[in-house]
């Protein structure tokens, strides 16, 4: 009987390629620096609806652009005054952008935004 040998070097090299290939895909769409905002891509039957969360970023500071079949929001979340002091932070500044891609046509002349407690709105009325 021959006994196998388990945690060689090429195991290992094996294990790191596969959690290498996982990280990829939990992290696609994610910036490693945590700047992007979270989304939701809604289906209302006559529309889509993403909804995007921007706390602390002022409308003045967002852009929403539609690209061929895309939609982009770019934005600068600003450093909140007193910031001097410091001890920790968990909360992103700087510029950021996330672009979406619409499963299906839309009007453009009928996409609105709003934004509201945080968060950013965009009706895409379907074509």
Same mark, same amino acid.
């Given at each position: 009987?021959?006994? !196998?040998?388990?945690?060689?070097?090429?195991?290992?090299?094996?294990l790191?390629?596969v959690r290498?290939?996982?990280?990829? =895909?939990?992290?696609a769409?994610?910036?490693?620096?945590?700047?992007l905002?979270?989304?939701? =891509?809604l289906?209302l039957g006559d529309?889509?609806?993403?909804?995007l !969360?921007?706390?602390?970023?002022?409308q003045?500071? =967002?852009?929403?652009?539609?690209?061929?079949?895309?939609v982009m929001?770019?934005?600068?979340?600003?450093n909140?005054?007193g910031?001097?002091?410091?001890?920790f932070?968990?909360?992103?500044?700087?510029?950021?952008?996330?672009?979406?891609e619409?499963?299906?046509?839309?009007d453009?002349?009928g996409?609105?935004?709003?934004?509201?407690?945080?968060l950013?709105?965009?009706? =895409?009325?379907k074509?």
């Amino acid at each position: 009987m021959e006994i !196998e040998k388990f945690g060689t070097a090429g195991d290992i090299e094996e294990l790191l390629a596969v959690r290498d290939s996982i990280d990829a =895909l939990v992290g696609a769409g994610a910036s490693a620096d945590g700047t992007l905002p979270r989304a939701d =891509l809604l289906d209302l039957g006559d529309a889509f609806q993403l909804v995007l !969360e921007v706390p602390g970023v002022a409308q003045s500071s =967002l852009e929403v652009a539609l690209q061929g079949s895309e939609v982009m929001v770019a934005g600068i979340r600003e450093n909140v005054p007193g910031e001097s002091g410091i001890v920790f932070s968990e909360r992103p500044n700087g510029p950021f952008q996330r672009t979406v891609e619409l499963p299906g046509e839309v009007d453009r002349d009928g996409v609105t935004a709003h934004l509201q407690s945080g968060l950013l709105v965009v009706t =895409l009325p379907k074509a």
